[in-house]
């Protein structure tokens, strides 16, 4: 076989949990679509996590964050061990997860939200409200209450004290909610800014800075939303939604909470994004926006979907294939047209007729299948096909 025209640089990273079941699916996919579509993948892989603690004694190491830094973009599965929640433990899986985002100065944290047609009556919310749910989360991702200082416990005369910070510099705020609006101008051209401004000094600078920016984009419809409220919009009118940028601990809990529109947590995909370009696209780590599920870890159940459709995001944004990205996404919707089924989506409707339960990787095998068989070029590269 002739060597391919372009070759990715990836770093994956398993992580704990049902992350290297998922990464090991999504991967898969991955390798099929570079086949069908003539590039290629180099791999290394990388020890963060629970993992990584057990191995070095620390949950990321500096040398893996610069293995990371010079990929074209990172795969990342998930994070968290049970076995570090006590909350004295000194070192926690989940802080190396906030190192990377920090080191890599990935600052917008991207959580579209769409529902399979399918799946559409496995929703918790009725299906009339969530069939035309189309909105992209914009997450500020790496200031907030996540990294501010002071963090800490103190022991006072008066009894146990706690601090956390809210902080961010106007440069912060202003760079993602730019972002917003820009992706607000290549989809339905309405933005919502999500705040709680009737109470907090950050939030109001925050809302100001919006409104600032928003002289830049008069074709743009703005609202400014405050973030109770806006929570219970999200299920009560989620189709009124199309891009919605805020800060990071309000993204943590609102695209958990809109996770539940497409039937499943495990449906749902993001990409962190920075400023850093390569020669193929923005610099970017993709992960499904689940965690690593202990308790259903190494039992082949997992549903890898929002990690495969994580890889197609970075076709699109990190390595300039979109007509790749668009390949698996169109598989991933044709194999649950076909029926199968992870057990969490059969939980959602329970086994009605034509569905076919399948676990993590006879899901990533289906949406192989399915993109080969949708294919041209698959057809043409997998059987040498003259078409
Ligand atoms: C997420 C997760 C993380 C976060 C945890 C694992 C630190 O909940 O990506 O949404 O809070 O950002
Ligand atoms: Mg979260």
């Known amino acids: 076989m002739s060597s391919p025209a372009v070759t990715y640089r990836l770093v994956v990273v398993p992580g704990d949990g049902i992350g290297p079941e998922v990464i090991s699916a999504g991967r898969r996919v991955l390798e099929a679509t570079a086949q069908i579509f003539g590039f290629g993948l180099d791999w290394t892989e990388v020890l963060v996590g629970g993992v990584a603690i057990d191995a070095y004694g620390t949950g990321v190491r500096d040398e893996d964050i610069d293995k990371c830094a ?43 939200v769409t529902v399979q047609p399918i799946l559409a009556a496995s929703s918790p919310v009725r299906e009339s ?42 440069h912060e705020i202003r760079r993602v909610v730019k972002l917003g609006f820009e992706l607000a101008r290549g989809r339905r051209k309405k933005l919502t800014s999500v705040d709680k401004a009737n109470v907090l000094e950050s939030s109001r600078l925050w809302r100001t800075i919006v409104d600032e920016v928003k002289a830049d984009y ?12 806006c929570a219970m919009s999200l299920v009560t009118r989620p189709a009124q939604f199309d891009v919605m940028v805020m800060e990071n601990l309000f993204g943590d809990i609102l695209s958990d909470e809109a996770s539940v529109l497409a039937g499943s947590l495990g449906m749902l995909p993001s990409a962190s994004l920075g400023e ?6 923005l610099f970017g780590l993709y992960e ?100």
Request: aromatic letters at 4%; hydrophobic letters at 40%.
């Open 129 to 170: 409200l969530v069939k035309d749910v189309d909105l992209l989360i914009v997450r500020e991702l790496t200031g907030g209450l996540y990294f501010g200082k002071p963090s800490e416990q103190r022991v006072t005369p008066n009894g146990r004290e706690v601090v956390d910070t809210l902080t961010y510099t106007e």
């Open 276 to 281: 850093r370009r390569t020669e193929h696209g």
């Open 218 to 229: 008069p074709d743009i419809e703005l609202e400014h939303r405050l973030v109770d409220a």
């Open 70 to 112: 010079a990929a074209d973009a990172v795969f990342f599965g998930a994070i968290g061990d049970p076995r570090f929640s006590d909350p004295k433990a000194k070192v926690r899986p989940e802080q190396a997860l906030l190192r990377l985002r920090k080191d890599l100065c990935l600052y917008a944290n991207l959580r579209p």
């Open 288 to 387: 499904p926006i689940h965690g690593s599920a202990p308790d259903i870890a190494g039992q082949d159940i997992a549903n890898p979907l929002a990690t495969i459709l994580s890889a197609a995001m970075m076709l699109r944004w990190s390595l300039g294939q979109p007509t790749a990205a668009e390949a698996i996404e169109r598989a991933v919707t044709a194999t649950l047209d076909a029926g199968y089924r992870t057990p969490d989506l059969v939980a959602a409707t329970g086994e009605v007729a034509g569905i076919k339960k399948v676990g993590t990787q006879a899901m990533g095998d289906a949406v192989v299948a399915a993109l080969r068989s949708t294919e041209p070029q698959g057809l043409g590269a997998a059987e040498g096909v003259m078409r």
